[in-house]
């Protein structure tokens, strides 16, 4: 069974810094990417990572958040720095393989001004 269980959201102050983890579970992923949903908005591409370490960033994020993966513990981090009340959302874990896409349940990141 595939799993992506994610962890590390919470309430921060704005200029705070947080860093979510996903962990994966049953198949190895392609790619791997965070997705943000914040109210009554669509979700959006954070980051992503590739196998090869390969990244790419929206330019909201771009020079504030950095995403990582330990391939050995099928796992990828989100360091988010530098933290604005628009960031406030809900942060998706989401990895990638040839047939199929798999979605992680969500954390609420809540930054305050």
């Known amino acids: 069974q595939v799993q992506l269980v994610e962890s590390g959201g919470g309430l921060v102050q704005a200029g705070g810094s947080l860093r979510l983890s996903c962990a994966a579970s049953g198949t190895i992923f392609n790619a791997m990417a965070w997705y943000r949903q914040a109210p009554g908005k669509q979700r959006e591409l954070v980051a992503v990572?590739?196998?090869?370490?390969?990244?790419n960033y929206a330019g909201s994020v771009k020079g504030r958040f950095t995403i990582s993966r330990d391939n050995a513990k099928n796992t990828v981090y989100l360091q988010m720095n530098s933290l604005k009340p628009e960031d406030t959302a809900v942060y998706y874990c989401k990895g990638f393989t040839t047939s199929y896409d798999y979605w992680g349940q969500g954390t609420q990141v809540t930054v305050s001004s």
């Open positions: 990572i590739t196998n090869g370490g390969s990244t």
